[in-house]
């Protein structure tokens, strides 16, 4: 925002050199970005921030001034004097878009002299719209004509946007409709471009055709010009979400598009309109026809907010006079509709739309008073954050696979349909895509890490960095089961190996131990494209899946041009921590001796070792302490087709005493029971 020295004293008196006011806004929020000369005026250029709308014009820097020297601020009445027919006979304004407008004016005022403007006028905006040139040159503005100069300046002035057609230019006399443009509908703009538009824009428009993109810019067909003798002013309220998504889609952004983006003041709507026929009949002569045509003339009441003094002391550490707070609350143009001795309720101004909260009041309380009067050393109460569980978790994940060699790596969400389709173990429903690239061909939310992880490998291997074993922890994002449902989004942890099959899940098994998950994966054999057909299995924890585990396929690691076979596992996060125990629980040791047996089993070739793991375990209780997997024979001639042999080792203990050889066998009786009436299987006889 470019402030003007000499426009600024319009409002208030500045006793003060440039350099002190600059550093004073800079304490109070508005960061000073720099200072130049222009004519003969000082330009100091502000960084107001999103919140802060209100600052987008002199009246509202004027309004801080004032409050942080306790100056007298004067605004101007904005009083134009009417004397023509009622405005409702000429003008007429339908608005069924309200969602994108909640507020629109207009008022007329015909026989209008178009010229240029008085040299104040010009000076005053050649102050605050300027370019400096590279050879330190500045390239001023050009002035169009008295009635759009003085849009213009109100902008400037206030904040508001403003815009001024030509109402001979209108078809339809002075029909206005607010609406949604229509699929394919077109308008040439004042920078003289023809923009297609689509039904998402909002569109003032007359009877048959789009006159302006609404709260971007006006249409060339109906701009003021020389012939021009009746003139309607537009001032209203375009939402800032939708504003902000036709400048966007059409690349188009205006000084109105950014103010409305940040939200502009609804009572000040009409006064802007009034302040801009004021100087339009002083200027360019003309009568103002009677009333004003308003859509929503009704601005709903701000909600109040009470202020602690308590809470306030708490907060900045220091203690501020009770007068002195409702000074400066008062200066900034709040309300008190309540008071109590230790709290009262104000009712922000219309235009501090970022004021809702108890907090919001102590933070202004705190920079009008001075963030350099609160001591370094204030004793404000600082509770130290506390940590996530799911922080906590990923450490300890980072922690684990780092110490297994596999290094952390970032790749984009967003990633080109070529590595989205290489691998999608989650879901088979087709990826999410955004409306335009956020990287160079790239549209897809990716529903697996792996395939970016892969592609880095592939890269790092480019460049002669061949053992780039890969992790990361992001989101993945699996869409829903109808296009219009949201996608889940949820943490996801994958890594990418050279390592064999067995070594990848000897790493999830690791993994889970240290995380302190108990209970061992179900573990079910998967056909999932990209992935070897023997070697891809799904995880499971209490019929949750945990995630996959496979080798890449040739095919996938040609395309990669990867020279050694790569492994692959994939969590869910979420259901990593439902079942980890990131506290370790304190286990009594038994001073006791274990006992250790093998059992060698003859069973069917379809069970798998999770299944024969927990019958084992479900036979008995805590003095099962261990079951071990040894190998797996296969002899058809000795057991049969489609039957193998499964070595695993028990410890066996006693928390009370020491297991005799005969107590050792009644367990090892029992587990062979459970097996044989569980799974047909057979204790191979030593």
Not at 494 to 501: D, K
Not at 558 to 585: D, F, G, Y
Request: aromatic share 6%; net charge negative; glycine share 6%.
């Amino acid at each position: 925002m470019l402030v003007s020295w000499k426009w600024l004293q319009r409002y208030v008196p500045l006793n003060m050199t440039h350099e002190e006011l600059a550093l004073r806004l800079s304490l109070s929020g508005l960061n000073h970005e720099g200072t130049e000369t222009v004519d003969d005026d000082i330009s100091i250029d502000l960084e107001v921030t999103s919140n802060r709308g209100d600052c987008l014009g002199h009246i509202g820097v004027a309004r801080e001034v004032a409050v942080l020297y306790d100056l007298p601020l004067t605004i101007p009445e904005a009083s134009p004097q009417a004397s023509g027919t009622a405005v409702e006979q000429t003008v007429s304004v339908t608005n069924t878009f309200p969602e994108a407008c909640s507020r629109y004016t207009a008022r007329l005022i015909r026989g209008v002299q178009i010229g240029p403007s008085p040299d104040w006028l010009v000076e005053a905006l050649r102050s605050v719209f300027w370019k400096k040139r590279r050879d330190g040159s500045f390239e001023h503005y050009k002035p169009i004509n008295n009635v759009v100069d003085i849009t213009n300046y109100v902008l400037m002035e206030c904040g508001q946007p403003l815009h001024a057609f030509d109402l001979a230019k209108l078809d339809g006399g002075g029909e206005i409709q607010v609406r949604p443009a229509a699929a394919g509908e077109t308008l040439e703009a004042i920078d003289h471009k023809t923009y297609t538009l689509d039904p998402s824009m909002c569109v003032i428009a007359d009877a048959s055709r789009p006159v302006a993109v609404a709260g971007v810019m006006g249409g060339r067909d109906s701009e003021v010009g020389d012939s021009t003798r009746d003139v309607l002013i537009e001032s209203a309220i375009f939402t800032p979400l939708s504003v902000r998504r036709t400048a966007r889609k059409l690349k188009l952004h205006s000084p109105s598009s950014f103010r409305f983006e940040r939200r502009v003041d609804p009572l000040g709507v009409d006064w802007a309109s009034r302040r801009c026929c004021e100087l339009i009949l002083e200027i360019a002569g003309g009568t103002l026809a009677e009333g004003c045509v308003d859509t929503a003339a009704e601005v709903a009441p701000r909600a109040p907010v009470t202020l602690r003094l308590s809470q306030l002391e708490r907060v900045l550490g220091i203690r501020i006079d009770r007068d002195e707070v409702i000074r400066i609350l008062t200066r900034l143009g709040c309300s008190e509709s309540q008071s109590e001795q230790q709290q009262s309720l104000w009712t922000p101004p219309s235009w501090r739309h970022d004021l809702t909260r108890e907090a919001d009041l102590i933070e202004e309380v705190a920079r009008i008073h001075g963030y350099d009067q609160i001591p370094e050393d204030a004793p404000i109460a600082v509770a130290p954050s506390a940590k996530r569980s799911f922080d906590t978790a990923a450490e300890r994940v980072r922690h684990i696979l780092t110490a297994a060699g596999i290094s952390e790596a970032m790749t984009p969400s967003i990633v080109v349909e070529s590595l989205d389709e290489m691998l999608s173990p989650w879901t088979d429903r087709a990826a999410l895509q955004t409306e335009t690239p956020m990287l160079e061909g790239a549209r897809r939310l990716r529903r697996s890490l792996v395939p970016s992880l892969l592609n880095s490998r592939a890269g790092n291997w480019a460049a002669a960095n061949v053992n780039a074993d890969l992790f990361e922890i992001a989101h993945t994002y699996q869409p829903g089961p109808s296009p219009s449902d949201l996608p889940s989004e949820q943490y996801t942890l994958a890594w990418v190996s050279g390592s064999s099959f067995l070594q990848t899940k000897g790493v999830v098994e690791t993994l889970l131990q240290r995380l302190g998950i108990g209970s061992q994966p179900d573990v079910t054999a998967e056909t999932i494209d990209g992935l070897v057909d023997d070697q891809a299995i799904r995880l499971k924890i209490a019929e949750e899946t945990l995630g996959f585990v496979g080798q890449i396929s040739e095919t996938l690691q040609r395309s990669l041009k990867l020279p050694i076979p790569v492994t692959m596992a994939e969590l869910s996060l979420p259901v990593l921590m439902a079942h980890c125990r990131l506290v370790p629980q304190f286990q009594a040791v038994s001073p006791y001796p274990t006992v250790s047996r093998d059992l060698n089993f003859v069973l069917e070739e379809s069970v798998q070792w999770s299944a024969l793991r927990n019958v084992v375990r479900s036979a008995l209780g805590t003095e099962l302490t261990d079951v071990r997997y040894q190998e797996t024979y296969r002899n058809p001639d000795k057991d049969g087709a489609q039957r193998k042999r499964v070595l695993l080792s028990i410890d066996l203990q006693r928390p009370d005493a020491t297991l005799t050889g005969p107590e050792a066998d009644q367990m090892v009786q029992r587990i062979v029971s459970n097996c044989e009436r569980q799974l047909d299987a057979k204790l191979l006889d030593s």
